[in-house]
């Protein structure tokens, strides 16, 4: 028979590493397999992220990338906290299935609140499954409030006969720079302070994906009505690439969003990717039901949740995605 002892101590938060990337995704898949099974879906198995997509994550995280570990040094916990200029938010975040339930997990989450607000991010926020009340309860007593949904919804397209795409990885150079500065200034017109140019310099650097552009108009030269950033590296590990995957979308009208949608559409197609997925935040209801007459359909939906006093800000015109998950 063999005698009780109690369990190890936590050590944390340290930097996660790319070397982490082995154990980080061995916990995530544990942890959230665990959270399906406890809302009564004992048959989904959670798979692991794609190492590169890991990468990116902690890349663009930095110092904001944290694990807590036991006396062995393994890991049984870790929070990713992103930094976007005034834009901050966490995920993914878990605690292994057998560390939980002994206040680790308001550990985990405030040391990235923490870090975040040090950093004097104007938005704090995170995303979490809204059918998940004991979720939403957690974070709901650690100042988190619930907001709109971002539904991802997803459409097939034709890779054929699609007008060529405008691409960022298609300009050198000064060109290239100019781009970037037009972002930059674009994304902080819609949300003040937000910018996304790291994400989308580590997205090239990375191979991961690519920057559609809407050339702009109106008397802004070299300005852009529209960006988007996408990803087309598979997800989940030992998967093939079978979608483009918006991750930030910022457009100055409506106009501007339909024609960046049908730029980033032109940019599978290149690539011969048939499905286009995008998280649409619910909270600009006109692109929501421009992308269902569009075809795109709901295929999940997650609750996002900020913390009191960190609102996430509405531009009073103009468009603006932010996925708030790698």
């Known amino acids: 028979m063999r005698a009780w002892r109690p369990e190890g101590e936590v050590y944390g938060p340290t930097g996660a590493e790319p070397g982490d990337i082995a154990a980080l995704n061995r916990v995530f898949t544990e942890a959230f397999t665990d959270r399906y099974r406890r809302d009564g879906l004992a048959g989904v198995r959670v798979p692991q ?85 004991e979720n939403i309860g957690f974070y709901a007593r650690l100042g988190f409030a619930p907001g709109h949904l971002t539904v991802t919804m997803t459409n097939d397209i034709r890779t054929r006969g699609q007008p060529a795409p405008v691409l960022l990885s298609d300009r050198r150079g000064a060109a290239q720079d100019n781009t970037l500065k037009a972002a930059r200034a674009l994304a902080g017109a819609l949300a003040p302070g937000v910018e996304y140019n790291r994400e989308i310099l580590l997205t090239a650097e990375l191979g991961l994906g690519d920057t559609s552009l809407v050339e702009g108009t109106g008397g802004r030269e ?19 690439g079978d979608e483009v995957r918006v991750l930030k979308l910022a457009a100055r009208s409506e106009r501007a969003f339909d024609t960046a949608v049908a730029g980033v559409e032109a940019a599978a197609a290149r690539l011969g990717i048939r499905r286009v997925a995008v998280r649409c935040q619910t909270r600009f209801t006109d692109a929501f039901r421009r992308l269902v007459e569009r075809g795109y359909r709901v295929r999940w939906t997650d609750l996002r949740m900020t913390a009191d006093g960190y609102p996430e800000p509405h531009p009073a015109s103009g468009i603006l995605f932010s996925n708030w998950e790698i």
Do not use: C
């Open 49 to 133: 992220l794609n190492a590169d997509v890991w990468r990116y994550a902690l890349l663009g995280a930095g110092d904001g990338a944290m694990v807590w570990r036991d006396d062995d040094g393994e890991i049984v916990a870790f929070n990713v906290a992103h930094r976007s200029g005034a834009e901050g938010w966490m995920g993914p975040l878990a605690v292994r299935p057998d560390r939980q339930g002994a206040g680790l997990g308001k550990n985990v989450v405030r040391a990235a609140a923490d870090w975040l607000t040090e950093r004097q991010v104007a938005t704090l926020g995170l995303e979490t499954m809204p059918r998940t009340v």
């Open 222 to 240: 070299g300005g852009l009505d529209a960006f988007v950033l996408w990803h087309s590296v598979p997800l989940a590990d030992a998967r093939m």
